[in-house]
């Protein structure tokens, strides 16, 4: 699938400026994940915009630790038109000039609008936006559930799947072109590549018993997975085309959810081998398997490593079957309380969530601003639950 080339061109500055108000003294904006919950969202006023295009800017910013406030309290005017295709310029009351200004062309308005949201972003942080992301999440149809792919906000959902089974554990290739799961439409789980552009699926690992949640490597050449062809399930390793196969963990408890560091050295994965459902790592060439204390928080599940680096975001459930989101240095030590739910994803700005929460007894998609804690719901209604949400490199 070819996709559309965008254009952009500069617009004339003074087309912006008139009624842009000083603002407030600007504040760092570099944050620590560790300070989740301490850091202030930054100040902005957004004019201009209308419609779809408005919402669309108002949750991309939102995620990426934006708040909206009027122009005399805002640290910048984010201001621009959505006639057709998308004006945008952002002005810094502090410098008191634009640090971006540009027409874009090219593509539907959606994508003019994340691109535009990803400049702002970019302009004011540093940081690469998030805007032009994809997700992969499961979607229950029934009794079965598929394999689904949709923009990160929720929109242009595509049923990727076709099983009338069980499909589930969507994991990303490092380029975004394929997807690997599992499905039991051969009435076992086994575990599968499938190109999101040309619908190629081929197999991956199946073996007697479970071939379950593949994790590929940040270089795209491995896939570490759970197989029980040995007894209890264990972690194992192979070549992303499954050949090469290598067994990681020997316990005889049931080992679950590896994910990789991004350096490609170490997989964190779960396991009851100390007694308690907990996190490990272990070489990804093997060796020996060490424990990632979780001081605050038991039973930690469903790990997933930051690609700064810097964390790993988990699930534990408290009292009264209450799962929530928290995160650990991955040298481990003390766990920070980020939110209530499970299934958490790291978007590739390791400053944003994509997690499974509960709203009116169904289970939607929910994104969250790990410095701010803030937390938005996926506008976009899906008719079933979905959950396992994976964001794309």
Known sequence: MKKATLIQFPVLAGLFLAGLALGQA????????????????????????????????????????????????AQFTIKGSNAGSING?????????????????GGSLRRQAHTFANNAVEAITGSPGIGLTKIAFRQFHGRDTEIHVADF???????????????AGPEWT???????????????????????????????????????????????????????????????????????????????????????????R??????????????????????????????GAFNATEPDWSPDGKAIVFTTMRGGGVFEICIVPPGGGNVEVLATGE?????????????TSRSRGKRVLSVLDVPTKRVKTLPRSFPGNCTQAAWSK
């Open 26 to 73: 600007q504040r760092s904006i570099d944050v620590d994940v560790f300070d989740a919950g301490e850091v202030k969202a930054i100040p902005v006023a957004l004019e201009g915009f209308t419609g779809e295009t408005l919402a669309l800017l108002k949750f991309d910013l939102f995620v990426q630790g934006f708040e909206f406030v009027d122009k005399a309290k």
């Open 89 to 105: 310029a952002v002005y810094d009351h502090v410098k008191r000039g634009f640090i971006l200004n540009k027409r874009y062309q």
């Open 153 to 167: 906000d929720g929109h242009n959902s595509k049923r990727l799947t076709h099983d009338n089974s069980i499909a």
């Open 174 to 264: 490092p380029n975004n072109d394929s997807l690997f799961y599992y499905s039991y439409r051969r009435h076992n789980p086994d575990i599968y590549s499938h190109n999101v552009h040309t619908g190629v699926r081929r197999i991956v690992a199946r073996y007697s018993g479970s071939n379950i949640s593949p994790a590929v490597s940040p270089d795209g050449r491995r896939v570490a997975m759970v197989l029980s062809k040995a007894g209890s399930p264990d972690i194992w390793a192979a070549s992303a085309d499954g050949t090469g196969l290598r067994r990681l963990t020997t316990t005889k408890e049931a080992e679950s959810s590896p994910c990789w560091s991004p350096d490609g």
């Open 266 to 295: 170490w997989i964190c994965f779960v396991s009851r081998a100390g007694g308690r459902t907990a996190l490990y790592k272990i070489p990804a060439n093997g060796g020996a398997m060490s424990r990632i204390r979780t001081v």
């Open 343 to 355: 299934d958490p994803s790291w978007a590739p700005n390791s400053r944003t969530l994509m997690f």
